[in-house]
């Protein structure tokens, strides 16, 4: 599943190894790495999440990338499909982040239509689900407007770096759903250009 998602204005290509030094000048751009409703590496710990990572996708339950502006090629942010499930046909996007300066314009949409087109066309999956912190009212919305449903909040999900239990938001788009939820993507980025 090494595969480069290719889009009008940006890529997500497979995260590497190399891309460390890229990932956390992106990071810097807003020190992302202080949010407590994510995770982004910072400078001490950038090795580690390359390597939880890459990890995943030796394992095969992940596919992790790089948000990369095809103009200049430069990274500026990441994201991943995991819980890959193909027996089920079912995966989640999620450990999606973008440098300050790009959020709030066209690529989180762009990169999530791409996943989306990938996921659902090509890995023929039936569900792709979506998760975020209960607190992060910024991620809820974004996920809202790409035409998922709130599913539910799942209590003390996981633990945070800084100890906290976090609930989280489920999130999902099933295959039904998709015709209608790719249209409205389109005429989004229609919009956006």
């Not at 193909?86 to 791409?114: C, D, H, M, P």
């Not at 689900?129 to 607190?135: G, I, P, V």
């Amino acid at each position: 599943m090494d595969t480069t998602l290719k889009g009008n204005r940006i890529s997500l290509r497979p995260l590497q190894y190399s891309d460390a030094d890229a990932l956390v000048h992106a990071a810097t751009d807003g020190e992302l790495w202080n949010l407590t409703v994510t995770v982004v590496p910072s400078p001490t710990t950038v090795d580690s999440y390359l390597k939880k990572a890459l990890d995943g996708r030796d394992a095969g339950t992940v596919l992790p990338f790089a948000i990369v502006l095809n103009d200049t090629g430069e990274v500026i942010g990441s994201t991943r499909f995991w819980k890959i499930d193909r027996l089920n046909r079912k995966l989640e996007i999620g450990s999606s982040w973008i440098s300050a300066r790009w959020q709030k314009t066209f690529v989180n949409t762009e990169a999530k239509y791409l996943m989306l087109c990938h996921a659902f066309d090509r890995l023929d999956c039936v569900r792709v689900q979506f998760t975020t912190d209960e607190n992060n009212q910024k991620s809820r919305s974004a996920i809202l407007r790409l035409g998922a449903q709130q599913e539910g909040i799942v209590r003390h999900e996981r633990i945070m770096p800084d100890g906290r239990k976090r609930n989280s938001v489920r999130f999902s788009i099933i295959d039904e759903e998709w015709p209608s939820v790719r249209q409205s993507l389109e005429q989004k980025l229609a919009d956006l250009r």
